[in-house]
């Protein structure tokens, strides 16, 4: 009975697979998320196997605006470089210049932090296998984080939370209509965000209720408790500045000595409803006005007049 039961053991200990880690091969790792804004740059790698994998030299990351036009060198991995069965490889790539190699403080230390490019606002990264083209994202504006929707998936969206090294989260979005909604947006000058209110009632804002935030998603205004907002009528957030200009509309905010930022020339902007996306806008070169025409329509235009509080006209 006991050698029975011992043969048993043994032959279900033999009947479970050993894994061992293998090269990896064409079709087994994707680019799962990338980030050109926030504490640092990084590009994640997805393993989509069950297998441990190693890679070397045959495998490689390129930039496109950078490495194609600056002769900066591309992300070669050195033999051995392991990425876990399902799992991840996070890289940092970072560029500086000829006379430091420091890397960005802020890298974590499980990072592949690799002097060789600097991901830009428009951009693109590809994956190459023995030369030849694995995978690559491509963007047009600043991203917080761009990558599958979900982990080795086919979907790409630039609405995820950065997770670097874990698994991709996207973003809330409000469910139905929002009753506010990014209206105008000006990146050019005294930056400011024109919000309106799109409903036939008049709205008392809550505590923590509504914020805008940029593509960093860092930096941000908190919209006051009990800040009003009529039916129809506008409030316009001035992010860059903790004092209100002699120009600013009568229902205007500032932003807070800390929380204040600035546009850049490829941006984005987020309204956000607790932690729920009500709304965004995301240019690709500075605008001097980008909004709705006719006021909280469906129809975005990139040349409007400035008209901050008042409506908008092309």
């Known amino acids: 009975m006991k050698k029975s039961l011992l043969l048993i053991i043994m032959l279900i200990v033999i009947a479970i697979p050993v894994w061992s880690a293998v090269p990896a091969r064409s079709g087994m790792i994707v680019i ?17 196997t069950g297998n441990e994998l190693t890679l070397d030299s045959s495998w490689a990351l390129a930039d496109r605006n950078e490495s ?20 991840y490889l996070l890289i940092a790539p970072y560029k500086t210049s000829k006379m430091s190699n420091a890397a960005p403080e802020g890298i974590p230390e499980d990072t592949l932090a690799v002097r060789s490019f600097a991901i830009g606002s ?19 504006s600043d991203v917080n984080s761009i990558g ?5 998936g086919d979907e790409t969206t630039s609405f995820l939370v950065p997770t670097p090294g874990k698994k991709n989260e996207p973003e809330i979005f409000m469910q139905g209509n929002s009753p506010l909604l990014l209206n105008e947006v000006c990146s050019r000058g005294l930056d400011y965000i ?50 209100l200009p002699f120009s600013a509309p009568r ?35 500075h605008v001097t006005s980008i909004g709705r025409l006719p006021d909280g329509g469906d129809t975005i235009d990139l040349d409007m007049f400035l008209t901050p509080g008042k409506t908008n006209r092309d």
């Open 148 to 152: 599958r929707s979900t982990d080795g």
């Open 122 to 140: 428009q951009d693109e990264i590809s994956l190459y296998y023995n030369n030849s083209l694995e995978d690559f994202i491509e963007w047009t």
């Open 68 to 87: 194609r036009l600056d002769n900066d060198p591309q992300i070669a991995f050195s033999a051995g470089t392991v990425i876990p069965a399902y799992g």
């Open 194 to 243: 024109e919000i309106i209110n799109v409903t036939n009632q008049n709205i008392i804002i809550g505590k923590n209720e509504w914020l805008v935030i940029d593509s960093r998603k860092n930096d941000y205004v908190m919209i006051p408790e009990g800040t009003a907002i009529d039916a129809g009528e506008f409030l316009v957030i001035y992010p860059d500045v903790i004092r």
């Open 251 to 285: 229902n205007s905010i500032s932003s807070k000595e800390g929380f204040k930022f600035g546009f850049g020339n490829s941006d984005s902007v987020y309204l956000k409803y607790f932690d729920m996306i009500a709304d965004t806008l995301t240019w690709s070169e």
């Open 32 to 48: 799962n998320e990338v980030a050109s804004t926030g504490k640092y740059d990084f590009i994640e790698l997805y393993n989509t």
